[in-house]
């Protein structure tokens, strides 16, 4: 696995019980700096891909790395490399964007000036500085 690109993933394939194929052989890379994001109807297979990548459900058979890391052989080195958050949490009704993004800083111990630095570049980095305060 290179550590050009940040995720390769080759012939990924899950099968969950009942012989229901949730993938079937996909193949992508993400390198780094680059946006990357998954679209489908759902059953489409994104959250499975998502679980195998940060290594919370097991592959049936292909190759996949994250951050130059076989997730097979070391999934704690995937998992202290990577972070991500989940399309619904308790709380995200409760709070704006922004007040998601400052808390997921400071979850990564950036004090809150930092955070809240790194949550306003993130915005403006996508484009969402507009809608992040209700």
Not at 41 to 70: C, E, M, Q, Y
Not at 86 to 114: N, W
């Given at each position: 696995?290179?550590?050009?690109?940040?995720?390769?993933?080759?012939?990924?394939?899950?099968?969950?019980?009942?012989?229901?194929?949730?993938?079937?052989?996909?193949d992508?890379?993400?390198?780094?700096?680059?946006?990357?994001?998954?679209?489908?109807?759902?059953?489409?297979?994104?959250?499975?891909?998502?679980?195998?990548?940060s290594?919370?459900?097991?592959?049936?058979?292909?190759?996949?790395g994250?951050?130059?890391?076989?997730?097979?052989?070391?999934?704690?080195?995937?998992?202290?490399?990577?972070?991500?958050?989940?399309?619904?949490?308790?709380?995200?009704?409760?709070?704006?964007?922004?007040?998601?993004?400052?808390?997921q800083?400071?979850?990564?111990?950036?004090?809150?000036?930092?955070?809240?630095?790194?949550?306003?570049?993130?915005?403006?980095?996508?484009?969402?500085?507009?809608?992040?305060?209700?």
């Amino acid at each position: 696995m290179s550590r050009d690109n940040i995720i390769q993933v080759a012939g990924l394939v899950k099968v969950y019980p009942g012989d229901v194929q949730a993938l079937s052989g996909i193949d992508f890379t993400v390198g780094r700096g680059e946006f990357f994001g998954f679209l489908g109807p759902n059953g489409a297979g994104k959250s499975t891909t998502i679980k195998i990548l940060s290594s919370l459900l097991n592959k049936a058979s292909g190759r996949v790395g994250v951050f130059g890391f076989d997730i097979e052989h070391s999934s704690m080195d995937v998992r202290r490399a990577i972070g991500f958050a989940m399309q619904e949490v308790g709380l995200d009704d409760l709070s704006s964007g922004m007040d998601f993004l400052v808390m997921q800083g400071m979850l990564y111990k950036l004090g809150r000036r930092k955070a809240q630095a790194w949550a306003e570049e993130l915005l403006e980095l996508v484009g969402l500085t507009d809608v992040a305060d209700p």
